[in-house]
């Protein structure tokens, strides 16, 4: 079983502040995705790391995959109230899809 | 834009009764998915299917079963609901050989 740990579970931050959050393991993953999901909704993809190293930004969000491929980060700047909701990753394994329990951010206007 | 709709948001049944929760996808995807999501534990997988009439157990398939009658849609089915079925019903579906799963809003299943 490949599991996923996030920290922090829950976080609350101001307008404007800077913020980064983990997903850790001891497998090693083929890809691995972050999604954002909103109150009383499903989660929505937000990006797929693929390779080792490798670091890709959307917007103000910077996600990395670490080089052995056993961790990732999400790095938000200055955040926003709309940036508020579930982050979640997810690792691809063996022919499946494990996901983290997620990161609760809430950012106060 | 792919959709994925679930019937109903919010389900209040009593324990023992059978529970139908149904899913649609209007993208012809090959493979869906039932996960439930609960606070502290993530999503965690109960069944999928790769194609009409075709199911595949996930991590916690005890108490449920699935049907796949059409390519589009993909039921759960809770034979005897218990109260620790209460949950987040999440479904999703994707392409073969894909990573990006595509979400349903989910339905919230209150077992009394």
């Known amino acids: 079983t490949q599991l996923l740990e996030q920290s922090p579970q829950f976080l609350s931050i101001q307008e404007g502040e800077n913020l980064t959050v983990y997903c850790n393991s001891s497998?090693?993953?083929?890809?691995l995705q972050w999604y954002r999901q909103e109150p009383g909704e499903g989660p929505v993809l937000l990006v797929t790391v693929v390779t080792g190293g490798e670091v890709k930004k959307l917007k103000r969000l910077t996600f990395q995959f670490g080089d052995a491929r056993k961790d990732s980060s999400l790095h938000i700047t200055a955040a926003q109230p709309g940036d508020t909701g579930l982050y979640l990753c997810?690792?691809?394994?063996?022919?499946?899809?494990?996901f983290g329990a997620g990161t609760r951010l809430t950012v106060k206007p | 834009d792919v959709k994925v709709t679930q019937s109903s948001r919010y389900l209040v049944k009593r324990t023992g009764e059978k529970v139908f929760l149904e899913c649609v996808q209007d993208?012809?995807?090959?493979?869906m998915f039932w996960y439930r999501q609960d606070p502290g534990l993530g999503l965690r997988l109960i069944y999928f299917?790769?194609?009409?009439?075709?199911?595949e157990k996930g991590d916690i398939p005890e108490g449920y079963s699935v049907s796949r009658e059409k390519k589009e849609r993909f039921s759960l089915i809770l034979e005897s609901a218990s109260t620790n079925q209460t949950s987040m019903y999440l479904c999703?579906?994707?392409?073969?050989?894909?990573?990006?799963?595509?979400f349903g809003p989910g339905t919230r299943l209150t077992v009394l």
């Open positions: 497998s090693v993953f083929s890809s």
């Open positions: 999703a579906s994707s392409l073969p050989a894909t990573r990006t799963q595509y």
């Open positions: 993208m012809d995807h090959e493979n």
């Open positions: 997810a690792g691809e394994g063996n022919n499946d899809m494990r």
């Open positions: 299917s790769y194609d009409v009439k075709m199911k």
